[in-house]
């Protein structure tokens, strides 16, 4: 494994380490300042909607995730890289409540941006699990 493939599946793992503490500065350094999500059945977002939903959620009665990504492939052409995955998020309403758990496959690019490896674009097909609706 390349140490750029290495790097970008660290990146990963942070992600998921960051979302389950809720550190949302942490999660949005993670990303490149012009970042876009591709989400079925919603208009694409930006870093400064991404930002405004996580910190929303941060605070009051939110709910709590969890997740699990595997990463499929890794491919890496000089300074752009993509990767595939198969994704498990899981959101507990607070106090308790029925698990709403959503999952299905990503393609997202990363940037080498600063000398670091950033999320630049995603493409998220979660959907609900037939065992949480």
Not at 49 to 57: E, I, K, L, V
């Amino acid at each position: 494994m390349s140490p750029d493939e290495q790097q970008i599946r660290q990146l990963i793992q942070d992600w998921m380490q960051a979302t389950r503490e809720g550190a949302t500065e942490r999660v949005l350094d993670f990303m490149t300042d012009d970042v876009v999500f591709l989400r079925a059945g919603h208009p694409p977002m930006d870093k400064a909607a991404f930002a405004a939903a996580a910190r929303a959620q941060a605070h009051g009665d939110a709910p709590r995730f969890d997740g699990r990504s595997e990463v499929q492939e890794v491919q890496v052409a000089g300074d752009w890289a993509w990767v595939r995955t198969w994704l498990q998020v899981d959101a507990t309403p607070p106090g308790g409540g029925t698990l709403q758990r959503r999952s299905g496959h990503t393609l997202s690019i990363f940037r080498r941006d600063a000398g670091r490896w950033r999320l630049a674009r995603d493409a998220n097909l979660l959907a609900p699990d037939a065992s949480s609706e």
